[in-house]
T-cell receptor, first 111, second 116 residues
């Protein structure tokens, strides 16, 4: 079945450093979403990418969808302590509305 | 807008009993709702897709007789964990896709189930 892997599994950074998480799908995706989950909370939708090679920015966050639509990345510039949490990608394939979540990357930011 | 609620937020039950979890879309109509399960420090595992008025579609490995899903209206889906066992203890999260929307799904706050 479809698998979505993320690397790294964990990342500790000093406040102010950059952070990147990578998402790789075993199958071609129709679109991909990114979520942030704070400890004890539920996933919160960040963004959706649909087009091949698409790049979207939200303040310090940059999201990219690969040309082959099988991978994606989330880059955070100059991390802050408020960025702490687990970041999940979730991919959907054509013809379905269900999303398979990636394994997640847990980010800790040290002040 | 686009708020999804879940009830209860946490529940403790004894082994062998059944527990019902409700998922409601408060300000929109949800043609499709999804049920996920999340173990501590792990990812969300899709359990089933629920469409209003029809039978749920379960993911491989999920027992449909154990996890009963009912989507009786465009704003309510329920998940019943039957004959619960300690290994069913988990965080159950629902999400809803709004009528007419193709991609976005909105998550509920989750229900923490502990089976003793």
């Amino acid at each position: 079945g479809q698998q979505v892997m993320q690397i790294p599994q964990y990342q500790h950074v000093q406040e102010g450093e950059d952070f990147t998480t990578y998402c790789n799908s075993s199958t071609t995706l129709s679109n991909i979403q990114w979520y942030k989950q704070r400890p004890g909370g539920h996933p919160v939708f960040l963004i959706q990418l649909v087009k091949s090679g698409e790049v979207k920015k939200q303040k310090r966050l940059t999201f990219q969808f690969g040309e082959a639509k099988k991978n994606s990345s989330l880059h955070i510039t100059a991390t802050q302590t408020t960025d702490v949490g687990t970041y999940f990608c979730a991919g959907s394939t054509s013809g379905t509305y269900k999303y398979i979540f990636g394994t997640g990357t847990r980010l800790k930011v040290l002040a | 807008g686009a708020v999804v609620s879940q009830h209860p937020s946490w529940v403790i039950c004894k082994s062998g009993t059944s527990v019902k979890i409700e998922c409601r879309s408060l300000d929109f109509q949800a043609t499709t709702m999804f049920w996920y399960r999340q173990f501590p420090k792990q990812s969300l595992m899709l359990m089933a897709t629920s469409n209003e008025g029809s039978k749920a579609t379960y993911e491989q490995g999920v027992e449909k007789d154990k996890f009963l899903i009912n989507h009786a209206s465009l704003t309510l889906s329920t998940l019943t964990v039957t004959s619960a066992h300690p290994e069913d203890s988990s965080f159950y999260i629902c999400s809803a896709r709004e009528l007419g929307q193709r991609y976005e799904q909105y998550f509920g706050p989750g229900t923490r189930l502990t089976v003793t």
